[in-house]
Each structure stands twice: as structure tokens, then as C-alpha cells.
């Protein structure tokens, strides 16, 4: 509505006095706030951090800002924290949170808010979603541990209302009908929570069982790290005992003694995807559903050995 001249001048005596935007007035003038909700289950699990990096500097690129929300791995919490963000207006969500039927995910389609999934989906794959491929990464470490020559395999696994909790469990009962190795239903367990505290107290309950077993798979890292404090506390070693493998490779886990082989996820790969799809989304609510499925690898250390 201005010349080019006059618009420079404004920009330029505006710079020398000193003014700054009021997001507030932008944001009445234009219905967008340039803010992100991102919200986490549990901000103590060193999966999130590279992940949440990612998605921040991503969206500054954009002139966005994340807003972070810890759920405490509560639904009611969740509940709460994403009303909350949504009466800031913000511009979109990221949701780490996603149970696999959930109804919060569900108000934020009927919302028409831009929504992306990280981490987990629904089971009605009616949202965008950055996730693993969960299924392959438990065939990764299947397929190592029987390379290694164990017949006779356990489980650790996560919660069944989860995505990751449930499409892993499904792909190890799979390779296990399969033949792939031995495993009884007592030498598998799926715990409350992808906690050290739950993975510690599956792992002793498996050891009560009257059942061999040489390895054990678990859904996370951090299960598999109840798995080490367990076998700490009976006297038996790792991998002389048993072997573990973990899920997520989350940092700092090759510090650990002995250094845990995981299965490795992209976590700021997750993060630029999981930016790229809400961008997309907020420029477009009518772009179309996505899922994409990020490929895992095994990065192999010393919790695994060939069994004694």
C-alpha cells in the first residue's frame, strides 16, 4: 500500500528508535501468534532433547517458537496442557503424547488445529505422524541376539496403550511364533511404563519364573536400564549372564558399563520431519495425512555376547 522508498524509510526509522513488534497486536491483526505447543510425556527421558532441539530450530528458521509442556506421562495432564495451549492460539501442535486411542488427539482434528504426531500415532492413522519402524527394529535385535546363538529369549516391554509399546510387543510375539527363537509367555512382559523403575521390577518378575533364558529384549532404553539394576542386585553380570539390547539409542547410553547395544532411531531427523510436516500443516490444513516411517538401525556394544 506504500512505495518501496517510503517503506524503507519507515523500517529504518523505526530501527533507529527502537521499536519492537508487540506480538500481541500482531497476533490480533492477523489470527497467528507464531508460537508451537510441543508437548513431551516425560522431559526426564533423554529421548526428547535432540529431538525437541531439532524441532526448535527448525521452526525459528520460520519465525516460530516452541512452547514445551511436560505431561508427566498423565492423559488428564495432557488434557489440560493442550486446552491450555489452544487458548493461546498458537499456531499448531506437536504431540509426543499420543496414546492409540486417544481422545485428546481426536478434539484437536475436530479443532481444525494443525497437529503433527511424534514418536507415536493412533491406531487410526488419521493424523500426521513421524514415527519408527518400530517392528523392524525388534527384528534387528532379534536377529543379532540368534546370530549370537541365543535360543531361549525374553521381553521387556512397554505400555499397550502406546503405539511403541504395543507394535513392538506385536513383532516380537511374531518372530517368536515364527521360529525365529524360544521364548514362553512367562518370559514375557509388558510393563506400565517405559520406566528404569518398571524395567527393573519386569525383569526380577521374569526371574522368578522356572524358565532359562540367555537374553532379553527390551522396548526402551531406559527398561533396559531396570534390566542392569536388577541383574546388579542378584550378583549376575552383563553380558556373562545375560544379555540386553535396548530401544532408541538415547544419548549417553554407550557411557554405561557394560556400553548398551540399542536399537538407533534419527532423533533429529524425528525433529526436522516432525517441524517440516506442522509447517506444512499450518500453510496448508488441507494438505493431505502423512505418516512417515523412519527406518532404525542396530548399533551393536557390550551388553550383548555369545551366551556362557
Known amino acids: 500500500m506504500v512505495s518501496a522508498s517510503v517503506a524503507e524509510r519507515v523500517s529504518r526509522i523505526a530501527s533507529e528508535m527502537g521499536y519492537a513488534r508487540s506480538s500481541l497486536a500482531y497476533g490480533l491483526r492477523t489470527g497467528r501468534t507464531q508460537t508451537v505447543g510441543v508437548v513431551i510425556p516425560d522431559l526426564t527421558n533423554p529421548l526428547f532433547p535432540p529431538i525437541i532441539r531439532q524441532i526448535e530450530r527448525r521452526l525459528a528458521e520460520q519465525g516460530y517458537i516452541a512452547i514445551l509442556a511436560d ?8 488434557k489440560v496442557i493442550v486446552q491450555s495451549l489452544m ?12 496414546h492409540r486411542l486417544d481422545s485428546v488427539v481426536i478434539a484437536c482434528v475436530e479443532e481444525n488445529i494443525p497437529l503433527v504426531l511424534v514418536n507415536r500415532t493412533i491406531d487410526a492413522h488419521s493424523v500426521t505422524a513421524v514415527i519408527n519402524d518400530d517392528a523392524h527394529g525388534i527384528e534387528l535385535a532379534a ?15 512397554g505400555p499397550q496403550d502406546t503405539s511403541t509399546g504395543h507394535e513392538r510387543f506385536l513383532a516380537f510375539k511374531h518372530l517368536k511364533n515364527a ?6 509367555s512367562d518370559l514375557i512382559r509388558n510393563c506400565k511404563a517405559f520406566t528404569e523403575i518398571e524395567g527393573r521390577r519386569g ?9 532359562k533364558f540367555t537374553a532379553v529384549i ?15 542386585e542378584l550378583g549376575l553380570r552383563c553380558p556373562n549372564d545375560i ?25 533429529e531427523e524425528i525433529g526436522n520431519q516432525a517441524a517440516e510436516l506442522l509447517l506444512e500443516k499450518m ?8 505418516t512417515v516411517n523412519i527406518l532404525p538401525e542396530l548399533i551393536v556394544r557390550g551388553s550383548t555376547a555369545p551366551p556362557a
Open 71 to 78: 505431561s508427566d506421562n498423565n492423559h488428564e495432564n495432557e
Open 87 to 98: 487458548s493461546r492460539n498458537v499456531d499448531g501442535l506437536i504431540l509426543a503424547t499420543a
Open 218 to 232: 527390551a522396548a526402551n532404553d531406559l527398561l533396559a536400564l531396570g534390566c542392569y539394576d536388577a541383574l546388579s
Open 243 to 267: 544379555s540386553v539390547t535396548g530401544f532408541n539409542d538415547m544419548p549417553f547410553v554407550d557411557r554405561l558399563a557394560p556400553p548398551l547395544t540399542s536399537v538407533h532411531i534419527p532423533h
Open 143 to 157: 536377529s543379532h541376539l540368534v546370530g549370537l546363538g541365543h535360543e531361549m529369549i525374553a521381553y521387556i516391554g
Open 203 to 211: 525383569f526380577l518378575t521374569l526371574l522368578k519364573k522356572d524358565r
Open 283 to 290: 500453510r496448508n490444513p488441507q494438505s493431505p495425512i502423512r
Open 179 to 184: 521360529g525365529h527363537f524360544k521364548s514362553h
